[in-house]
């Protein structure tokens, strides 16, 4: 990675002033810690004086107090930043002690930014730091990163950058609003080595127009893929293209392998994956039945009669918990079936009417205890007890309006959800689908699938008949995926990190995406 030059001639640098650890030292009985945390070279923050070459925007100086003082780790700062106007923003930098063969060291392991003012919604903040003598940044977190990158979005909701792997971001720390706290998960910068912390303000950067490589799934024919899932880390894959076989692959999608039912399946429409990938479940529309694999494909069983009230039917849809215990499998025009146990038994959703519903989608929660459905050409619904037949147990979404949806896509807590409409836009929700708002920066499109990452702040959609669109913040903005070209895409899958996507389209092959 590419480190960051700095001015060294800036007159905002505030340096060469003794900076003291403000936690009591425990004392050891073989090392005495005050001394050594008296030792710590001093530490100063930094505001980077900079012009920001990006399309249509154009940087500001950010100047620092004259009358402001060197930081303190676990001390919060006033500073002003260019969003922030005369307003100052409070910055504290903490650090942790890593033990290692009885001696140990002190390590920069988060940052807190509090006090950001209504004027810096929608700014990207880049932190970094840097010692007392070299113009290039330090490794602060993940062995050799040397910037974490922040997308402040609301005063109660921030997300990382695309590439800013291996951090924890907490965007209400201690309950407070306008705030924002990164704590790195894998700390390697010296405490004793900071001398600045720089902290830069920009527009936000879209996600990039990513690598995109074909991959054939069965060499002697082109499907029509209907379904593709993913395992959490992007190993393993399950597709089905309206016949008889699930396709499966252990190698994120550079190789195959046909696995087949006994009896064949006639038209398997959709596919669902546990986190590990050793549980799959498929639909059989047929007419046909549910069916079960333990064994990432193996083998598999069929949900007969005797166990699921549908039966032989024309299945649409399935989802599955992280553990592959908790199934929602739907019919179309019919109902909502459920399982707590893998599929050994089933409990038919409401006898009456109220669901009987040309079900488009279904997106469920980790653990299944939060489902949500989707029909065409009306509401979302959702469930937080999926498993009772009370016509109360699945209220409409009318918040959401009623709309063609295609594609429902959920965080791994169910909070946020999103929801892809036909000839309409993506549509987001942070509070579990009680209140909505259109994505109109991705465009109105004929969109046909979307996933997320388990966070919730990576999605990917798809267009039939057009692109791949990606967003990583939350659909704040889209980048239109070129590399992977207009096509007719049916389904599209993530890793949990967001860092693996997958798609496939109707007559043609899976596509793959990895971010580096």
Known sequence: MENEEVDPGLDSVIDDEEIWYTDDPVADPKIDWYYKLRSFAPIAILLLVTTIYLPNTVGGKITLNSGAAAIEFGQSNPLLTACSGSENIDVKASATFQNENQTGKFLLNSITVKNIPSSCLGTEFTLSAYDNSSNSSLDIFETSTTKAVVQYLSSSLAVEGEKSFGLTLSSSPS??????????????????NVHKLVMTTGILTPASNRTWTSNTIESSTSRTYKSIAASSDGSTLAAVANGPNVYVSTNSGVTWTTRSTSPAMVA???????????????????????????????????????????????????????????????????????????????????????YKRNWSSVALASNGSLQYASETNGFIYKSSNPTSSTALAWPSLTSAGSRNWTSLATSTEGQIVYAAASNDFIYRSLDSGVTWTPLVSGGSRNWSSITASSDGTRIAASVRGGYIYVSSNLGTTWTEQTNAGSKTWSSIASSADGKKLFAVEDGGTLWSSTLD
């Open 175 to 192: 309950s407070c609003t306008g705030c924002f706290e990164v704590i790195f998960d894998n700390p390697v910068g010296l405490a004793t």
């Open 268 to 354: 398997a429409k959709s596919v669902s994956s546990s986190s590990s990938g050793s549980v799959l479940a498929v639909v059989d529309g047929g007419p046909g039945y549910p069916w079960i694999s333990k064994d990432s494909g193996f083998s598999w069983t069929r949900i007969n009669n005797s166990q699921a009230a549908g039966g032989i039917t024309t299945w649409s849809l399935i989802g599955a918990s992280s553990d592959g215990t908790k199934l929602a499998a739907l019919i179309t025009g019919e109902y909502i079936y459920e399982s707590t146990n893998s599929g050994s038994s089933w409990t038919r959703i409401s006898p009456n009417v109220t």
